[in-house]
């Protein structure tokens, strides 16, 4: 038998990039009731990660909330 193999393929590995943004939260929570800042906090990032990421559905866990989004 003879082996297949497929050439001039492209990586998903190359495809893979990693950037970093800090998103200035105050600008986009100034003047928020109290209550609703954290719930508004979540909804800002989630729509900068879309413009971002071009993605369509996105998803925040909850370890990257509470340690990340929340700590001062």
Do not use: W
């Not at 950037?19 to 928020?32: A, D, N, P, V, W």
């Amino acid at each position: 038998m003879s082996s297949t193999k497929k050439s001039g393929g492209r990586s998903a590995i190359s495809d893979v990039v990693a950037r970093e943004y800090t998103i200035h939260l105050h600008k986009r929570i100034f003047g928020m009731q109290f209550k609703k800042r954290a719930p508004r906090a979540i909804k800002e990032i989630k729509k900068f990660a879309y413009t971002a990421m071009v993605r369509l559905y996105l998803c925040i866990t909850a370890k990257i909330r509470n340690r990340a989004v929340f700590a001062k």
